[in-house]
Structure formats: C-alpha cells, structure tokens
C-alpha cells in the first residue's frame, strides 16, 4: 500500500527524509538547494529509497539530474505519481 | 642510516574510558574495565563527537578509530595546523573484521525488505578501511592510506607498516593505530562456537583456571613521525618506536603453534631491528589473551627468544582489565607499552590466582609496581616490547622506548 501522492504528503515525506540522511532540519525547505543542505549522492539514492517506499514512484539517477531544489524533487514525484 | 621513527601523539578508546591516560590511571591502579563478561565503550556516545550525519556514515569500528585519532592529533599539537605537507602524512588503521555491526543491521533489511531497501551506505560502513578512510578525510591527510587486516595483529602490523613508510621515505609522519566493534550477536556467537570466548566471563591471562578470552570493543592510535623532522618542529616526544617484525606460524587456521617459534623469531627480529639485546628489555606486555593455548605458546615463545632474561622481566597483560579488543588490541596496547615505560611502572596482570605448570614467568600479578631500568640501557629509558598474534598465525612485535 503506498500513499497518495498529494504536494502536501510528498513535502512532508522528502522533508523528513532529508532529516533522516542528516541535513539540518532548519535548513530544509522548498528552495534550498542539495548543495547547501549538504546532500551528495548517496543520500538521494536513500532519498529516493524513502520515496519509493512510501508514494511507489522510482526515481533513477538520470531522473534527478538537473534538479538542484528540494522543490523540484517534490513537483517530479507528484507529477510522477499521476 | 635508517631514520629513527618517535611517537608523538596518543589517542585510545577502551573499555576503562576514554584517553590514552585514563587507560594507563586506571590499568595502573588494578581497575577492570570489564562488566558483565564483556568489555563495551560504554563512555562512548557517538553524539558527543558527531553530527547526525557524521555518525550514520561510520560503523562504530570507524567512530572509535576517528575519535582515538582526535586524542592523538590533539596530543601531538597538530589540532590547528598539520605540521608537514598533507601529502607527506600517511593514515594506516587496522581492523580485525570491520563494520561487522552494520553487516548484520543491513542482512536483516535484505532479509525482511527485499534487495532495494538494502542501504547505499552499507559498502563504506562495513568496508575494513574504512577507519583509515574516515581519519584521513577528517583532517585533511594525503600520504599512502589504507587498512591493514590480520585478526588480533592488525593493530600492531599498521604501527609497523606505518614506521616502515617513515623508514623509507614514503611519509615523513602517519596517523595509525587499530579499531573494532565486534560486542554483535553474530560474532558473539561465532567466538563462542569455537570455544575462544571465556564462558566464565573472565580474562585471566597466565591463570591456571584461564578458560578463553573476554571480548571489547575500542580503538588505539598513535601519531608517528620521523625523529628528524619531529625535532626540527620541536615537537613534545612520548617514546620512540625502535623496532618492529612480523611473521606467520602456517600452522593452523586458527591456533598457534604450541611451541611458540614463529612468534620467538619475531621477538628476536623486532629486537635485532632496533639494535636490542634480550637483556636490555625492561617490560613485555604480553598478547596475554586467556586463552589455555596462547598464553602457553607465549610464554614458550618467550623463553626461546628471551633466555634466561625471560625470568627476569616483569610480563603483563592488558587484556586482563579491558578484554580483548582484536584488531584494536595491537594498537592499544602499543599505548600502554609506551605509558608504562615513560611512567615507569608494570601494570598487573588482574585477576591472576593460581600459576599453571609451566607458566613460570613473573607475570606482575593483580598490583602494579615499579619499573626497573636495565643497566644496559644507561638509566636513561625504558624498552619495552608489545606481542600481538592473530588467528591465521599472525605475529607482530613492536620494540618501543620511553
């Protein structure tokens, strides 16, 4: 069973998530970016670990390239889970 | 000439606390650090050293050896600045087994949740290198780094390595030591099965009634530099490490040869390396494991490389207050060997009742005493030697001054 993929549940999730790998929870939020949260690529393969778990949408690496925000994470989901 | 190799800097975590000092005070004074059959860090909290972050990326193995590298770089003053070039300081750690913990943790998640939960950090936390990995990054070092993997020898082969790349020019300081965290239910169960582990609960090396070895858990590590540049820096000098040798019983899997030979000659090589006559040695801090095999083939061991002076020279264990730490145990006890020798006074051999027949050295029992320095040695120094032997017929012996 995964969870609906609304904008508000995604947040929710890729915040905590973030959390989670050990980014500062002050520091978290739609604009940041990865770079500044201190987020490599070993975190966002748990990221995407976390996401896939809860809204089943996979992510690859390719997926993610050009990203830079938690925001534009967040929009990728909810667009994919539709 | 070969270049002489000092130790200026020292860093332990072990069961009897934290800080290489608190091992030595507390050894020293006939304290145990052993609870429970088990010797576990239990001063050790990860979150008063690291960031959340910082500690899910290391194994507790990596978490010990980075905060015992903290002591012994604080030690040797290069807490604001290296003092060479980064490229010239080498990082060598050893490590019996590894992140065995998070192997367990992520078997479980393979178990239970399939393949694609299993976690991207598994590789760097349980990796053998990865104490030696996460040290060089934290302060910056760029010399030759890696892990040096032989059971209960580790930690004592990565000092020697490390004083060898000093010899032959390859660094001019390395940051070295061992660390292991292995209190897990598989390699509790795994030393039990093969009857190494005491079922009494008790480390009592040399005893009549010793029944196998009490596991711990820490990590050991020494700053070395190559005395020439150390005196140019006018750095503050612990000991010196004068000599080291290695050897292989190829006997058995995991026993030693019960005559001690291969371990004799690597006795006699770490005294021949740093120009040591048997006679001039003033304290053997013995691989004392408790158990019935080894420290029987130790003490043959000895005999045959030390001769009469064997009689002689007080031989003690630190197994017998903080466990045995495996791949830590070389290292540690390398810093225990160095305190004892600049304190001038042989710690004890704890919980020793009942000598066994043919166990007839003096091992120091249950009270420490004053350290006597050989004539030879000019009142000077204390020399001193440190045995480590691991499973597969590991043999590391390190000659040390202070």
Redesign the interface.
Known sequence: MTTKATDEAVQKVIFDGLAE???DPEQINRDATFEEL?VDS?DV??LA?IV??EFGVRLEGDDLKGLETVGQVIDLVVERAQ | MTRRVVITGVGAVTPLGLGADTLLDRWVAGESGIVGGVGSCSDFDPADHF????A??ADRFTQLAVVAANEAIASAGWEDELPYDPQRIGCVIGTGIGGLGSLEEQTDVLRERGP??V???SV?LMMGNAGAASVAMRHGLHGPTYGVVSACAAGAHAIGDAMRMIRAGDADAVVCGGAESTLTPLATAAFAAMGATSQAGISRPFDKNRDGFVMGEGAGVLVLEAADKAEERGAKVIGELLGYAATSDAHHLTAPDPTGKEAARAVRLALADAGIEPEQVDYVNAHGTSTPLNDASETQALKAALGEHAHRVPVSSTKSAIGHLLGAAGAVEAIATTGALQRGIAPPTLNYEEPDEGLDLDYVPNEARPLETASGNGGARRIGISNSFGFGGHNAVLCLAA
């Open positions: 790998v050990g980014a201190d070993l393969v748990e670990q896939e778990d | 960031s959340r972050k910082e899910r990326r694609k939960a976690s991207p950090l760097p």
